[in-house]
């Protein structure tokens, strides 16, 4: 089983619309959780870090985390064009990082 | 915020030379550093561990003879491609984090290596 599975998607939604990343993990003892923005050619890019259960609010970004569901997740509300990417979900066991295959975003002008 | 830089941002070398890339912590003390191999399309690869002033982590599959780390200060890590073949050709990124638990890991832009 994979330490980290996310949807690979692709994910299309329209502009302005809500976008939901969802990722699962299966180590129980993470306890840093962490969404990073790849776009094409580049390197990733940390957007959020989340460790406590419930929601957490930046900008027009949400990440959600559930300990007990072992689920955490990324809402990007008013997707923009420029939010067209490759998002990564990482999980912080120690001093590893996991990270999930990642979900590849197009947002639709 | 943290920033990671990486030298050389691309390289191109032919075939048998060596090819040493830096990673750089700017703004923060790097215990550990990651560095990562990404093909075109797939997903990142992690192809070692390290923590400053002991040797590398590497993971199974990954010839350490090859790819030697050295991270000798807690702003430095350098990954050197030795003999490198085409099949090397890849996008090297290094990842840095600090000693605080829980730390994020922040990306260096990464090195795109050609080899002729």
């Known amino acids: 089983q994979k330490e980290v599975e996310q949807n690979s998607g692709p994910l299309s939604v329209p502009e302005g619309a809500i976008a939901s990343l969802n990722c699962t993990y299966s180590d129980r003892v993470s306890q840093s959780f962490f969404w990073y923005r790849q776009y094409s050619g580049k390197s990733p890019e940390l957007i959020m870090s989340?460790?406590?259960?419930g929601d957490k609010e930046d900008g027009r970004f949400t990440a959600q985390l559930n300990k007990a569901s072992q689920y955490v997740s990324l809402l990007i509300r008013d997707s923009q064009p420029s939010d067209s990417a490759t998002y990564l979900c990482a999980v912080n066991p120690g001093n590893q990082f996991y990270f999930g295959t990642g979900t590849s975003l197009t947002v639709i002008p | 915020g943290a920033v990671v830089s990486q030298h050389p941002s691309w390289v191109i070398c032919k075939s048998g030379t060596s090819v040493k890339i830096e990673c750089r912590s700017l703004d923060f003390q790097a215990t550990t550093m990651f560095w990562y191999r990404q093909f075109p399309k797939q997903s990142l690869m992690l192809m070692a561990t390290?923590?400053?002033?002991?040797?590398?982590?590497?993971e199974q599959g990954v010839e350490k003879d090859k790819f030697l780390i050295n991270h000798a200060s807690l702003t430095l890590s350098t990954l050197t491609v030795t003999s490198a073949h085409p099949e090397d050709s890849s996008f090297y990124i290094c990842?840095?984090?600090?000693?605080?638990?829980?730390?994020?890991?922040?990306f260096g832009p990464g090195t795109r290596l050609t080899v002729l």
């Open positions: 989340i460790y406590s259960n």
């Open positions: 390290s923590n400053e002033g002991s040797k590398a982590t590497y």
């Open positions: 990842s840095a984090k600090g000693s605080l638990a829980g730390a994020p890991g922040y």
